[in-house]
């Protein structure tokens, strides 16, 4: 299965499109969230607000790779046929997909790794609070492969592109990644609270520095990335489809 791994991220590495999605936006993100007033945070332009910025796109990057790229490539995979003939070899089912989850992890360590020098580069000072980062980040990686598995294997290759790619813009605009989900109006703030991208955010940027976050609000958080991430598994377990 590491083997496999291996191989998926080679072919991810090669992906001009996929690099794009998964590593030049983050960057690009963040720097611009840190740079232009317009965006509603609480501290102003400038490295101040870098540990809240950084959280909310270190979740943008997990969303890229775990759900978007990895559906995206489940659905065209099982259109061309490479999928089911993958499950022909040696390698279980449950190998073949765990090799794909790894290597959306691996992917999303990459981007942690970039995004990170990246806000060191913009003034970001990390926390001891930053000691759970790798906990959220593979908490958020599982929860999002879930979904993704469960959209990818159910769903026909052009519908998953697209779905995939809509789903990715709304979370991304406002989707409590960016800024968080308190700075949206009264009842659509309460509806994406408890979405996975705003949780997951919400525990990133506790992590990289953020001012707030009680204990309980931590674990009501984990828990509903988590119960997120069961709900795919389950749903994919039942639903997805090799060709």
Avoid: K, Y
Avoid at 20 to 35: D, F, K, R
Avoid at 134 to 156: C, M, Q, S
Avoid at 213 to 232: E, N, Y
Wanted: net charge positive; proline share 5%.
């Amino acid at each position: 299965m590491i083997a496999q791994a291996g191989f998926e991220l080679r072919l991810l590495l090669r992906n001009g499109e996929q690099l794009l999605l998964t590593l030049v936006i983050p960057v690009a993100l963040l720097v611009g969230i840190t740079l232009v007033p317009a965006v509603p945070l609480d501290a102003p332009a400038g490295a101040a607000r870098v540990p809240e910025a950084l959280g909310g796109v270190l979740a943008v990057a997990i969303i890229a790779s775990a759900f978007t790229s990895l559906a995206i490539s489940v659905g065209f995979d099982r259109r061309s046929g490479a999928l089911v003939m993958l499950a022909t070899t040696p390698l279980s089912r449950q190998a073949i997909l765990g090799a794909r989850a790894l290597a959306a992890l691996a992917m999303v360590a990459l981007q942690v790794l970039l995004l990170a020098l990246a806000a060191l580069a913009l003034g970001w000072q990390p926390t001891a609070s930053a000691l759970a980062l790798p906990a959220w980040v593979i908490l958020g990686t599982a929860a999002f492969a879930a979904l993704g598995f469960a959209l990818g294997g159910a769903v026909r290759a052009e519908a998953t592109l697209a779905i995939a790619n809509a789903v990715f813009l709304v979370l991304l605009a406002v989707g409590g990644t960016t800024f968080p989900a308190s700075e949206l109006p009264g009842p659509l703030a309460t509806v994406v609270s408890v979405l996975p991208s705003s949780t997951l955010a919400d525990l990133l940027r506790w992590s990289t520095g953020t001012v707030g976050g009680s204990a309980t609000a931590l674990v009501v958080d984990a828990a509903l990335v988590l119960a997120w991430g069961i709900a795919g598994a389950l749903i994919a377990s039942r639903t997805f489809r090799w060709r």
